[in-house]
């Protein structure tokens, strides 16, 4: 997990016929490369899930508010404030 990621490790995680991320896939294991971006999105989308279909609502939002400014462009951001639908 990183910021970032460079060009040599983005070409040696998108291969074919793999998902993009996976650099190695073992007998027993995976090792993926991922950016913190990429896990915030992923789980922001799920409590938005969480929240339209089982109606829940977590004590404070400003914590996630706070992280995803940190690492996601000022655009998503803003679109997380508004709600919107796949971002």
């Known amino acids: 997990m990183g910021d970032d990621v460079d060009e040599v490790v983005?070409?040696?995680t998108h291969k074919?016929?793999?998902p993009d991320g996976l650099y190695q896939d073992g007998?027993?294991?995976?090792?993926w490369v991922r950016r913190w971006a990429e896990i915030l999105e992923e789980n922001r989308r799920r409590l938005h899930f969480y929240r339209a279909h089982l109606d829940y609502q977590?004590?404070?939002d400003t914590d996630l508010e706070a992280t995803l400014s940190k690492y996601l462009p000022p655009e998503q951001v803003a679109s997380t404030d508004r709600g919107e639908p796949g971002s």
């Open 10 to 12: 983005t070409e040696l």
């Open 16 to 18: 074919t016929g793999q």
């Open 27 to 31: 007998r027993n294991y995976r090792i």
């Open 58 to 60: 977590p004590g404070e």
